[in-house]
T-cell receptor, first 111, second 113 residues
Framework: AAGVIQSPRHLIKEKRETATLKCYPI?????VYWYQQGPGQDPQFLIS???????DKGSIPDRFSAQQFSDYHSELNMSSLELGDSALYFC??????????FGPGTRLTVL | GQQLNQSPQSMFIQEGEDVSMNCTSS?????WLWYKQDPGEGPVLLIA?????ELTSNGRLTAQFGITRKDSFLNISASIPSDVGIYFC?????????????FGKGTLLTVNP
């Protein structure tokens, strides 16, 4: 069965650089969520989109933005990167309000 | 904000033993989900629970949605080495477009062969 695809899987950036993380959804799953997971932590909700509109916002820094495109893929844009942004970033998909399926994640390392 | 208390934090068991872990919340959730996460990978959905009192099985896994909507447990029977990993409970509220998941802190399971 098709799963959530995230790219890149690993990303290394310097402080103050920008990064773009991409998420390609499961077919016909119209809702996308972004989560951040620090080392040894549980995933924390950042932002979600339903039918290309932002549906909810969590603890997402102002330096981050995201969008969902017409083909339902989503991108998380991160600017002015800080050391504390180093984490695993997960995209999850659902069909409406049904169960969320997670992608394999992008490991971001900020040096 | 909503918080989930998941226990135990870690468990060390022998292969073949049964395991139980649970989550409690100060708030009501309309959906409870249980995920397993291997290091560096994304959480994998094990069981989803939608109704208060619901008891659902998936192979050797059994989970229940508490009648008060504020708790859930996950049981693993006859554990095997590949059960090793971090298990997370997650609660999902319902209201408007608010479907984000709130996760527990996780239970680290180690199975000794």
């Amino acid at each position: 069965a098709a799963g959530v695809i995230q790219s890149p899987r690993h990303l290394i950036k310097e402080k103050r650089e920008t990064a773009t993380l991409k998420c390609y959804p499961i077919p016909r799953h119209d809702t996308v969520y972004w989560y951040q997971q620090g080392p040894g932590q549980d995933p924390q909700f950042l932002i979600s989109f339903y039918e290309k509109m932002q549906s909810d916002k969590g603890s997402i820094p102002d330096r981050f933005s995201a969008q969902q495109f017409s083909d339902y893929h989503s991108e998380l844009n991160m600017s002015s990167l800080e050391l504390g942004d180093s984490a695993l970033y997960f995209c999850a998909n659902s069909r409406g309000d049904n169960e969320q399926f997670f992608g394999p994640g992008t490991r971001l390392t900020v040096l | 904000g909503q918080q989930l208390n998941q226990s135990p934090q870690s468990m060390f068991i022998q292969e073949g033993e049964d395991v139980s872990m649970n989550c409690t919340s100060s708030s009501i959730f309309n959906t409870w989900l249980w995920y397993k996460q291997d290091p560096g990978e994304g959480p994998v959905l094990l069981i989803a629970l939608y109704k208060a009192g619901e008891l659902t099985s998936n192979g050797r896994l059994t989970a229940q949605f508490g009648i008060t909507r504020k708790d859930s447990f996950l049981n693993i029977s006859a554990s095997i080495p590949s059960d090793v990993g971090i298990y997370f409970c997650a609660g999902q509220p319902r209201g408007g477009s608010n479907y984000k998941l709130t996760f527990g802190k996780g239970t680290l399971l180690t199975v000794n062969p």
